[in-house]
């Protein structure tokens, strides 16, 4: 992924885990939020380091309100 697109993403969760990552990436596209996976995770040791989810600027805050009422009803 390029800086300049990075640039104008904003991450909204964090996870060591892949497949919950891509849980909250699929929750925030069933709601027209387009994202997108950044896996910093470790190729010889995966549970070292992080998957992010990010999402344009335009859909942060709410983003984080699905994430927070998904995880925390």
């Not at 070292?48 to 335009?58: A, S």
């Amino acid at each position: 992924m390029s800086s300049s697109l990075r640039m104008d993403r904003t991450v909204v969760y964090v996870s060591s885990d892949l497949t919950d990552a891509s849980f909250v990436r699929a929750l925030l596209e069933s709601h027209d939020i387009p994202c997108s996976l950044v896996d910093d995770r470790s190729l010889i040791y995966p549970q070292l380091g992080e998957v992010k989810v990010l999402v344009d600027r335009d859909h942060v805050l709410r983003a984080l309100y699905i994430v927070r009422e998904q995880r925390n009803p």
